[in-house]
């Protein structure tokens, strides 16, 4: 399984209210095997801030608010994972949940 840091996308908008959007708590309740959901992952930190690049991953298994997913997306920034990884992550760190149509 892939190791990643995600982006704990609740406190960036806890900390910036009106960046972007969060799916609500009612979404994600919804959440199930097969659906799509948009992440940030930290690859580093620069002195304006962390970098991050956005992944998309299809949602494999639901427990509580964790999450088994496959990467859908290759990375530009980490070779150490690869499209169609197997990863872990939690609610806090889901910044959409997309339609398949978007995939």
Do not use: W
Not at 19 to 35: I, N, Q, W
Not at 54 to 71: D, M, P
């Amino acid at each position: 399984m892939a190791s990643l840091q995600f982006e704990n996308v609740s406190a960036i908008l806890a900390e910036n209210p009106g960046v972007f959007s969060k799916p609500a708590a009612e979404e994600l309740s919804r959440l199930t095997h097969g659906d799509t959901v948009c992440l940030f992952f930290v690859y580093g930190f620069s002195t304006s801030g962390r970098k991050a690049e956005r992944l998309l991953a299809k949602v494999t298994a639901v427990e509580a608010h964790q999450y088994k997913g496959i990467l859908l997306s290759p990375t530009q920034h980490v070779k150490t994972i690869q499209q169609g990884d197997e990863i872990t992550f939690s609610s806090e760190h889901i910044a959409a949940v997309l339609a398949e149509r978007h995939c």
